[in-house]
């Protein structure tokens, strides 16, 4: 069942195009990775999918779909006196929401008394990212949009973000559109990759997408692609 259906979506700031007649679909259940160079439009793609920018074309998601959102990342003030189980309440509260879900929820996504507690300005970079997957995956969300989910972790917590990333998505069957850089977790995670440059350049498997050509195209032979190595 297609859950996402995408067609000539155009956007646009201040008259210059940043995506271009994009027509893409996604699957249920489906791992969609996101790819492409600094400025190619994948963090406008998700804002666009949630109607938070100005867009042409359109955006249709299927009856039901709930929308959790992770951001690359978000300038905490280190003396802002509030903690996740307050932002956790706030969100339940609106939601109506049973603190037994919010219970669930910090269990799944491996949340200690010790991360609920501290204060988001003083949180490292691996506790505020589970902070902000549990705040993403309160209220039962069937779609999870990441943005380059562990852009400022050390190797060690990327991989056990991107590990609770993958668990998650098996155990709630979620649907995941993924930004990243890292071809492998792309390589390991996703069923389908966009590559995108303000356009589709390619849409297909893994094994399709990260071909040499497809990448020199997408990232033109002026740039070297980024391939990290994670030694799995």
Not at 121 to 139: D, E, N, P, R, V
């Amino acid at each position: 069942m297609q859950i996402l259906s995408v067609k000539n979506l155009t956007v646009s700031f201040d008259g210059q195009s940043v995506i271009q007649d994009l027509t893409f679909g996604v699957e249920a259940g489906e791992n969609l990775a996101i790819i492409g160079p600094n400025g190619s439009g994948k963090t406008v793609l998700l804002k666009a999918l949630m109607g938070i920018v100005p867009k042409l074309g359109e955006v249709l998601w299927a009856p039901g779909t709930k929308i959790g959102y992770v951001p690359q990342k978000i300038d905490a003030d280190r003396h802002l006196p509030v903690n996740l189980h307050d932002l956790l309440m706030a969100k339940a509260e609106v939601l109506r929401i049973q603190p037994s879900e919010i219970r669930r929820v910090l269990e799944e996504v491996e949340v200690s008394q010790k991360i609920l507690k501290t204060s988001v300005g003083h949180l490292s970079g691996g506790q505020f990212q589970k902070a902000l997957i549990a705040f993403a995956f309160l209220g039962n969300p069937n779609v999870i949009l990441f943005d380059e989910p562990t852009a400022s972790l050390d190797q060690l917590s990327e991989e056990r973000i991107y590990e609770l990333m993958g668990n998650l998505q098996k155990k709630d069957d979620v649907t995941v559109l993924l930004v990243s850089h890292d071809l492998n977790v792309v390589s390991q995670y996703a069923t389908r990759v966009l590559c995108l440059n303000r356009e589709k350049i390619c849409l297909g498997t893994p094994e399709e997408a990260l071909q040499v050509q497809v990448l020199d195209k997408l990232y033109s032979r002026h740039q070297k692609y980024y391939h990290h190595k994670h030694g799995h």
